[in-house]
């Protein structure tokens, strides 16, 4: 396998480049290092890669690059590259998203088009499903996002769809749950809620606390991603979830017992765009990629909280 990692330097994107290797495979990445968040926390996810046999890193933007030349003996596409965050998708900032989301998910597609790559791997989210979806959530639901980040999201989704169905871009599409885990991105909840407490700061609650997540440990993610790359029906979409759907509550009472501190909750109203509820039914994923995750709740926070103390010494 030559693969190629779109988001080479994020949370999953560095993760996965890792497994890959340790795989056999070579590994192309590409990370274009936004402004989303500072610099130096892709490049510490990075430590482990630089320099290793059999990977290369290209600073660029995928709306610039040749991609053709880029996909040059390329076998395999991981396309992890997106402009992440749900509240800060309305207003303004709508136009990055489509830029980051939709439109380089289109060139991408396009430049693929009578390559003989075997897999084309999309990071799709759970976002993509809305509120009005029964639990567990099936791959075959009505999608009804929430949020313009979720709409995006789902754009690409039918973008790769159409790609293979017009083109015979092989493309599956992975809904992810709730990624957590050592080098999670500092705007998401697990990050924010450990700093703070490292911190002595208040943990913000935002809504009534009862809202409940599929929260999925990366290693999880990532063999997921890997696996579809090789065992992945082309045209499917397949959640990837943790398999136990929590309430932030609950959350809240894991983190003070990994952590052995108190949380002192800051009570904020619900924000625009989070969804609910999620909950995954990932029967379709253990069929056919062989998925079940491996990593409980406890056991992943207790490892990222391990992760957080030691890159603050």
């Known amino acids: 396998m030559k693969a190629l990692v779109t988001g080479g330097a994020g949370f999953v994107g560095s993760h996965l480049s890792e497994r890959l290797l340790s795989q056999g495979a070579e590994v192309v990445a590409i990370d274009c290092f936004t402004d989303y968040y500072p610099r130096a926390i892709k490049e510490r996810n990075l430590q482990d890669l630089r320099g290793k046999p059999g990977y290369r890193l290209t600073e660029a933007d995928l709306n610039a690059i040749d991609l053709r030349e880029a996909l040059t003996g390329i076998t395999h596409v991981f396309h992890l590259a997106a402009q992440a ?9 709508f136009q990055t ?4 989301n939709v439109d380089a998910t289109q060139r991408l597609l396009e430049a693929c088009v009578g390559l003989p790559i075997e897999r084309v791997v999309y990071a799709s989210s759970s976002s993509v499903y809305g509120d009005n979806t029964e639990m567990p959530m099936r791959e075959d639901a009505m999608v009804q996002p929430v949020s313009p980040y979720g709409v995006t999201k789902l754009a690409a ?8 169905v017009n083109h015979g871009v092989p493309t599956v599409s992975l809904r992810y749950f709730t990624v957590y885990g050592p080098r999670q991105r500092p705007d998401m909840g697990f990050n924010r809620f450990f700093s703070a407490l490292l911190e002595g700061r208040p943990v913000m609650q935002y809504g009534d606390g009862f809202q409940t997540r599929d929260f999925t ?7 997921a991603t890997a696996a579809a790359a090789v065992q992945g029906v082309a045209g499917r979409v397949y959640n990837i979830g943790g398999g136990s759907r929590v309430s932030l509550c609950d959350v809240f009472e894991m983190i003070a017992r990994v952590s052995g501190r108190r949380l002192e909750i800051d009570l904020q109203p619900a924000q625009k765009g989070d969804m609910r509820d999620t909950y995954a039914d990932t029967s379709r994923a253990r069929a056919d990629l062989d998925f079940q995750p491996s990593v409980d709740l406890e056991t992943g926070l207790r490892a990222m909280f391990t992760w957080m103390e030691a890159i603050r010494k």
């Open 157 to 164: 989704e039918h973008l790769c769809h159409l790609y293979y």
């Open 97 to 100: 998203y489509t830029s980051q």
């Open 85 to 93: 965050g749900v509240r800060k998708s309305w207003g303004r900032d």
């Open 217 to 223: 440990f990366i290693a999880d993610i990532v063999t």
